[in-house]
């Protein structure tokens, strides 16, 4: 059964930064693309995010964030700084049966429960 739990979103001013950390388990994890996604009140869910041996990025995070894995230890990270209010939303780690890092969602088969990110201006 594969898990994937994240963790790290909280509250954060404009110009600051977080750690997201995602868990997973049940997975020939290094073997398997992994990514972010985030989705804002009132939005379709959006990719942020994706490493199979390095990272790909959305244009509206590129330079700012920074995605990594740690196959030992079955987890990913997403390192967010200077971050901005329209960076607030609800942040899912997500898991491709496939080591290809792809943007689209509907390519991706395991998914998290979210953790939330605030920006405050």
């Known amino acids: 059964q594969v898990q994937l739990v994240e963790s790290g979103g909280g509250l954060a001013q404009a110009g600051g930064s977080l750690r997201l950390s995602c868990a997973a388990s049940g997975l020939t994890f290094s073997r398997n693309a992994m990514g972010w996604f985030r989705q804002a009140p009132g939005k379709e869910r959006e990719f942020v995010a994706a490493i199979s041996r390095s990272g790909v990025y959305a244009d509206s995070v590129k330079g700012r964030f920074t995605i990594s894995r740690d196959n030992a230890k079955n987890m990913i990270y997403l390192q967010m700084n200077s971050l901005k209010p329209e960076d607030t939303a609800v942040y899912y780690c997500?898991?491709?049966?496939?080591?290809?890092?792809?943007?689209?969602?509907?390519?991706?088969?395991?998914w998290g429960q979210g953790t939330q990110v605030t920006v405050s201006s």
């Open positions: 997500a898991a491709r049966s496939s080591s290809v890092a792809l943007m689209a969602s509907s390519s991706y088969a395991y």
